[in-house]
């Protein structure tokens, strides 16, 4: 019963360099009487050192949505054209560049997207391949072109900025750094300086390939030094960063908690890649989320990705429901609703829950739990007099039993329930569902049907 710790060393094989009187990092062992134990654990947090930023007034969580999954499930692409040479900067002509009609990120494209979020009420929208660079990534030459600072010619950097902020609505920066590191760290104050210009408060960085300088890797010490001084740069640009792909978090959110979100975990965009597992959420919290908040990107009510882009036969292994119960079982202060407005609008009456549901909660309480199989988490909104209940489901379909005793005694409630139909399943049936709406007291225990795959989530409100 010996504890090893495998650590990813250097290009030369050194596992780490430290100067004299350092302190080795922390180890942990998790161990509860139930798997509800190990969610309510705040050990992990709290054995990071106490915040370091002095006014945290400028980090707001956020509910998003984006230029993304049109990517992600290949109906369009992040490029702005074709086969296009490898470039320069300063020295490429874009004047002479035909766009091929499949770019995502176009000004007009992004606009649908700002409306849409100004409709239902979204803080932010995301927007990906707004860049010059990305030709030249997907060639593989690596040539380094971004420059995180210079649009496409159809993104217009001033216009989307005004048109926005007419709206109410947020834009938050993308910077793909395709793991050439050294480029993006020459780049970051310039690059944070762009993004306090156009008021983008929060950055999703990413950090899709092998890393540069060659020989180190996503988990070595070159890329956790790396991690932290994104941090804390940010930080003096009062800028929220949500890195993909980065090192899985520990904690330092404690610390620097404009660190709102990460990924580093196999997020949605693995259901276009092929499909994740249908009780692949039911694990995340025992693992990915003891460290941080994660940006999971849920929200997908469109199964099938070869609708979407002719060329995949990809699958989504999850219900419509399950998709609503992650807003509440995955947290995360910064939260996307990932799907295509049109497949929003196809189910509006579901949809709704994500327009309901907060990224600002006080209390959790987590009523069932079984890795693999499933979990049941309840949240309080931050002061506010309603609650939301998230069910993810596993592989085999169950009985959620829903315990409301978390609920204040003597008063009754409405609750409003999206739940599996009865003839619902990832597979076959993953568009099934029913909403109802029940009064509620603190004596409520509820029964809800969640499908293979499958969920329900809940919002509770004081009956009127």
Request: hydrophobic content about 35%; proline content about 6%.
């Amino acid at each position: 019963m010996t504890f090893t710790s495998w650590l990813t060393p250097d290009i030369d094989g050194t596992k780490g360099h430290i100067q004299t009187d350092a302190v080795s990092p922390w180890r942990v062992i998790m161990v509860g009487e139930t798997a509800q134990d190990i969610l309510a654990s705040r050990i992990v947090l709290n054995l990071n050192e106490p915040c370091k930023i002095e006014d945290t007034s400028w980090i707001k969580p956020m509910k998003y949505v984006g230029v993304w999954w049109e990517m992600i499930a290949g109906m369009r692409d992040w490029s702005y054209t074709w086969d296009f040479p490898s470039i320069h900067i300063g020295k490429t002509d874009y004047t002479k560049a035909k766009p091929h009609g499949r770019h995502g990120a176009t000004t007009e494209n992004v606009k649908k997207y700002i409306d849409f979020a100004a409709k239902y009420g979204f803080d932010g929208v995301l927007v990906e391949g707004w860049n010059i660079g990305w030709e030249d990534w997907f060639g593989n030459e690596k040539d380094f072109v971004y420059d995180f600072v210079t649009p496409y010619p159809d993104f217009d950097v001033e216009g989307i900025h005004d048109y926005a902020k007419s709206k109410g609505v947020k834009m938050i920066m993308h910077h793909e750094t395709s793991g050439a590191i050294r480029n993006y760290e020459r780049w970051l104050d310039t690059a944070y300086q762009f993004m306090n210009k156009y008021e983008y408060p929060a950055v999703k960085s990413g950090y899709v390939g092998n890393i540069l300088p060659i020989g180190e890797h996503h988990y070595s010490q070159f890329m956790n030094n790396h991690y932290q001084y994104c941090i804390e740069k940010a930080a003096k640009y009062h800028i929220m960063v949500n890195a993909h792909e980065a090192v899985r978090p520990t904690g330092i959110c404690r610390t620097w908690p404009n660190l709102i979100g990460n990924e580093s975990a196999q997020g949605t965009e693995y259901q276009a890649f092929g499909g994740s597992a249908p009780n692949h959420t039911t694990m995340l919290p025992f693992t990915r989320l003891i460290g941080g908040p994660m940006d999971y990107t849920p929200g997908i009510f469109e199964n099938d990705i070869h609708k979407l882009n002719p060329n995949s036969h990809s699958w989504c292994n999850t219900t419509l429901c399950n998709q609503l119960s992650l807003y509440v079982t995955l947290y995360s202060p910064l939260q996307m609703a990932a799907d295509l407005p049109d497949n929003y609008e196809r189910f509006l009456d579901a949809f709704q829950f994500i327009v309901d549901v907060p990224v600002e909660w006080d209390e959790p309480y987590y009523l069932e739990a079984e890795p693999y199989e499933y979990v049941t988490i309840a949240r309080k909104q931050k002061d506010v007099d309603a609650w939301f209940v998230g069910s993810t489901n596993g592989y085999d379909p169950r009985t959620a039993l829903i315990d409301l005793s978390f609920l204040p005694a003597g008063k009754k409630y409405t609750a409003t329930i999206y739940a599996d139909a009865k003839n619902a399943h990832y597979k076959t049936n993953p568009q099934a569902y029913t909403i109802t709406k029940k009064t509620v007291t603190s004596k409520t225990r509820l029964k809800l049907f969640t499908a293979a795959g499958g969920g329900c989530a809940i919002k509770i409100e004081p009956k009127n």
